[in-house]
């Protein structure tokens, strides 16, 4: 195990609990001590895009900075914000569509802000307000990011309007101010009479988490410094459950799964911990009911938790409208409630039995059919490919020749052996026209002037003789050939694009009686 990987899984973790907490943030429209509520008049940070400090003289920023300072608070800035009722607490909120980390401190008795982090990121619970998932969500910050990335010749404004319609594109925004970074409009505060939606106002909060993760973060930040984590129960972590040489996990899927589906789920079985990821109608669901039922036919027990409800329930319907009360739901009250009569149910059906027959053997020997028929597939597959492009060059190639069809009609008149040997005389004429001879023909032209001469019209005669009326008019692109008398390159270089196109046309006719 390299060492230093476990400390980075655990910082990792601390910055998600703690980045959860931040940017799920709401905000009371009535805040204190904890946000400061329009605190410039235009927008430096985010869509100004202001990489250097600057100097505040804001006194109300300056109480707040003294009591981030005291309570060794993080601050953050959000820009435009979502106004709204928060039914569950029974008060109107704000929460900034837009974060950014910010450093606040004192240089020369001068209170000066500055961006801790180099981009913003979306408010999470400003953008589930608005009716978006985690997954969109994800999707969305990854196109902000994007967008400031190659923001550097767009003005504020601009740069502002594009990154709504990014969200818009995937929700509806009530907009009731126009978003314009260089001039907030902080002349009028929202009240509770105000519209629902998005105003170009701006905020200043403080960075705490709620009283459910400050247990679990205290305990992260004390093992992120840690030299002698591979010795913990963390070290489950990074091992790995070896299966015995030659033995294949054979999953059962009871609903449908792809090739990379099968090879995750079959190395979740090696690998202590696993993540898997995938945009929404990927099959996460899917896969997570099979992975179940696999671990449970091993032996396994399983939690399933998520941090939403709907996700838990498709699982839950899908696993037990196949198998009976195999998973159990216990998130809430009145769940657990029904466990006793789910119990009874449970034990009532084990004791009437069971139809099924099948056995570890058959499912091993069905496994191993479908492994067979999936490489025979693939060989299939890959036959169709090479052969598609060997109909598309073909296709392609042949229309260099006079005529297509006469083209076609020659190659049944002749042979691969016909061609091949024509080949030979060719590059016979064209050596003895490079005069490269050897040399017992050096020797015989002393005695015979004509005797090299004499050995080219031979060739040539040959391959006239061998050569019909069709294949000469398709080799000479013309209806009525002529015999060939004396060597040429072009001639030559025609023959191996026929020759090329007969072992292609007879290929595609083989594989065609083949399929």
């Given at each position: 195990?390299k060492?230093?990987?476990?400390?980075?899984i655990?910082?990792y973790?601390?910055?998600c609990i703690?980045?959860e907490?931040?940017?799920?943030?709401d905000i009371?429209i009535?805040?204190?001590?904890?946000?400061?509520?329009y605190?410039?008049?235009n927008?430096l940070?985010?869509?100004g895009?202001k990489e250097e400090s600057f100097?505040?003289?804001?006194p109300k920023l300056?109480?707040?900075y003294?009591y981030?300072?005291?309570k060794g608070?993080?601050?953050y800035?959000?820009?435009?914000i979502?106004f709204?009722f928060?039914?569950d607490e029974?008060?109107?909120?704000?929460?900034p569509?837009?974060?950014?980390?910010?450093?606040?401190y004192?240089?020369?008795?001068?209170?000066k802000i500055?961006k801790?982090e180099p981009?913003?990121v979306?408010?999470i619970?400003?953008?589930?307000?608005?009716?978006?998932?985690?997954?969109?969500i994800?999707?969305i910050n990854n196109?902000?990011?994007?967008l400031f990335?190659n923001?550097?010749?767009?003005?504020n404004?601009e740069?502002a309007?594009?990154a709504?319609v990014i969200?818009e594109?995937?929700?509806?925004?009530?907009?009731?101010?126009e978003i314009d970074?260089d001039?907030?409009n902080?002349q009028t505060?929202?009240?509770?009479?105000?519209?629902?939606?998005?105003y170009?106002?701006s905020v200043i909060?403080?960075?705490?988490?709620?009283?459910?993760?400050?247990?679990?973060?205290?305990?992260?930040?004390?093992l992120?410094s840690?030299?002698?984590l591979?010795k913990?129960?963390?070290?489950?972590?990074l091992?790995?459950?070896?299966?015995?040489?030659?033995q294949e996990?054979?999953?059962?899927l009871?609903?449908p799964?792809?090739?990379?589906?099968?090879i995750?789920?079959q190395?979740?079985?090696?690998n202590?911990i696993?993540v898997i990821?995938g945009p929404?109608g990927?099959?996460k669901?899917?896969?997570?009911s099979?992975?179940?039922?696999n671990?449970?036919l091993?032996?396994?027990?399983v939690?399933f938790v998520?941090h939403t409800?709907?996700a838990?329930e498709?699982?839950?319907?899908k696993v037990n409208s196949?198998?009976?009360?195999?998973?159990?739901?216990t998130?809430?009250k009145?769940l657990?409630?029904?466990?006793r009569?789910?119990?009874n149910d449970l034990?009532?059906e084990l004791q009437?039995g069971?139809?099924c027959?099948?056995?570890k053997?058959e499912?091993?020997n069905l496994?191993e059919?479908?492994?067979?028929?999936q490489?025979?597939l693939?060989?299939i597959?890959?036959?169709?490919?090479?052969?598609?492009i060997?109909?598309e060059?073909?296709?392609?190639?042949?229309t260099l020749?006079?005529n297509?069809?006469?083209?076609?009609?020659?190659?049944?008149e002749?042979?691969e052996?016909?061609l091949?040997?024509i080949?030979?005389f060719l590059l016979?004429?064209k050596?003895?026209?490079d005069?490269?001879?050897?040399?017992f023909?050096?020797?015989?032209?002393i005695?015979n002037?004509?005797y090299?001469k004499?050995?080219e019209?031979?060739?040539?005669k040959?391959?006239?003789k061998?050569?019909t009326k069709k294949?000469?008019?398709?080799?000479?692109?013309?209806?009525?050939?002529i015999?060939?008398?004396?060597w040429?390159?072009?001639f030559?270089?025609?023959?191996?694009e026929?020759?090329?196109?007969y072992i292609?046309?007879n290929?595609i006719?083989?594989?065609g009686?083949?399929?």
């Open positions: 195990m060492p230093g990987i476990l400390n980075a655990v910082s973790w601390y910055e703690r980045q907490d931040i940017l799920g943030k009371s009535n805040a204190r001590s904890k946000a400061l509520l605190p410039f008049d927008d940070l985010i869509f895009r100097i505040t003289s804001n300056i109480d707040f003294t981030t300072k005291t608070f993080d601050s800035y959000g820009y435009p979502l709204y928060n039914e029974n008060k109107f909120c704000i929460a569509l837009f974060i950014i980390k910010i450093k606040l004192i240089l020369d008795n001068q209170l500055q801790d981009l913003p979306c408010g619970l400003a953008l589930e307000k608005l009716g978006l998932k985690t997954e969109e994800a999707d196109k902000i990011e994007d990335k923001s550097s010749s767009i003005s404004k740069l309007k594009k709504v969200i594109n995937e929700t509806f925004i009530q907009i009731n101010e970074p001039n907030l902080n505060k929202i009240c509770k009479n105000d519209s629902p939606g998005l170009n106002k909060f403080i960075g705490d988490n709620t009283i459910y993760n400050l247990s679990l973060l205290e305990d992260l930040l004390e992120k840690k030299n002698d591979n913990t129960s963390l070290s489950f972590l091992s790995q459950n070896t299966p015995r040489e030659g996990i054979i999953p059962v009871p609903f799964a792809n090739e990379y589906q099968i995750a789920l190395d979740i079985f090696i202590k696993s990821t929404p990927t099959g669901s899917q896969f997570i099979n992975l179940i039922i671990l449970f091993a032996g396994k027990s939690l998520s409800n709907p838990v498709v699982v839950n319907n196949n198998f009976y009360n195999l998973m159990f739901r998130g809430r009145e657990r409630q029904e466990l009569g789910k119990f034990v009532l009437k069971t139809n027959n099948i056995t053997r499912i091993i496994w059919n479908i492994k067979e028929l490489k025979k693939l060989e597959y890959d036959i169709g490919t090479q052969l598609e060997v109909i060059n073909y296709n392609n190639r042949k020749f006079y297509d069809n006469e083209l076609e009609t020659s190659f049944s002749i042979n052996d016909y091949f040997k080949e030979r016979e004429i050596r003895l026209n005069k490269s001879f050897f040399l023909e050096k020797f015989l032209s005695f002037k004509n090299i004499t050995k019209t031979k060739f040539l040959n391959i006239n061998s050569l294949c000469q008019s398709a080799l000479q692109n013309c209806k009525e050939p015999q060939i008398d004396t040429s390159n072009i030559f270089e025609r023959f191996k026929y020759k090329n196109l292609s046309y290929y006719n083989y594989m009686v083949c399929t």
